[in-house]
């Protein structure tokens, strides 16, 4: 057992923070004090947009704001005991979208974020400058830093923002498919591909995969970083008894012809030994009888809870998957 793994995650916003806060928790009970200087987690940005001014990252946030112990986890999303005051002036101006709540704690943190952007600061850079101010005890990476937000394309060719399709419409458009504009000419953020080749372990959270986790493989020189590493690439399924757990993930998957359970999951990520990402993917109790599936299809499959619904929950949760690993 390595005591000290270096581990890389990639993640997305909800799911992605409560696997991220695991491997944190996971990482203290083995005794290390300076995780941050051993956990690298790269963030989906699909998610990010600008609206009424600002640069909104809620992946980036909604982990940020969970490591720190702000966030306000009853809601699921911005800090907790935030107050809506700006937001209700907004609306008088009929600025913005109606149906977006932004919280006057989170603004704030868009208007740091934003300032520093306009200063010049990548976005890597900012989110440095934005990890100084709470011990994090992880270091945060953006996928990358060229501006590739998700775009939702319905059948109809109608085109929206992701957040509109899903926070809007709450995903009942049944979407053709998603899209990153832009994303060809992107590259992973500095210090991404240097983290997954240092790694001892590469962890895919629980994370929706295709527009969390679908935007990060997408950047071009990541799934090539990624088949290079010599960790191992270890999946954990945000599928748990062929339901998704938090969000509406199943219609994201739909769209992109994948069933919504562990093993169709397991599949469209792929084996690594088939030119796939997978070493070994998590699969829940619930799941057991989808084990062989997965083995089949050239994957290890652990089963082990995967409910994340607690921190102790959580870290046990990391800790089987840097088991996974080895480590
Ligand atoms: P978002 O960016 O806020 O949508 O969050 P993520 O993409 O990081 O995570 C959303 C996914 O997390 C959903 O598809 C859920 O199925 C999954 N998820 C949420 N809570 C849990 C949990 O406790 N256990 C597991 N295994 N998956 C979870
Ligand atoms: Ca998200």
Known sequence: MTSTPRIVVLAGGVGGSRFVL????????????????????????????????????????????????????????????????????????????PWFT??????????????????????????????????????????????VDTVVVLADGTRMHFQEWWTRHRATLAPARFENPGIEHARPAPGVTEAIADADVVLLAPSNPVVSIGPILAVPGMRAALRDASA????????????????????????IGVETSAAAVAAHYGARSRHGLLDAWLIAEEDEA???????????SLVTPLWMTDAARSAALAEAALGAAGL
């Open 22 to 97: 695991g491997v944190r928790g996971a990482l203290r009970a083995r005794g290390i004090d300076d995780t941050a200087a051993v956990l690298t987690v790269v963030v989906n940005t699909g998610d990010d947009l600008w609206l009424s001014g600002v640069r909104l990252q809620p992946d980036v946030d909604s982990i940020t704001y969970a490591l720190a112990g702000v966030n306000d986890s009853e809601r699921g999303w911005g800090r907790v005991g935030d107050t809506e005051r700006v937001n209700r002036e907004l609306q008088e101006w009929d600025a913005g979208w």
């Open 102 to 147: 932004l919280g006057d704690l989170d603004l704030g943190t868009h208007l740091a974020r934003t300032g520093w952007l306009r200063e010049g600061l990548t976005p890597t850079r900012v989110l440095e400058r934005m990890s100084h101010r709470w011990p994090l005890g992880a270091r945060l990476l953006p996928m990358t830093d060229a501006e």
């Open 232 to 255: 191992a690439i270890v999946g954990v399924s945000p599928i748990i008894g062929g339901k998704v757990v938090r969000g509406m993930a199943d219609v994201c998957l739909t769209a």
């Open 290 to 300: 989808l084990s062989a599936e997965v083995a089949g299809r050239g994957i290890r």
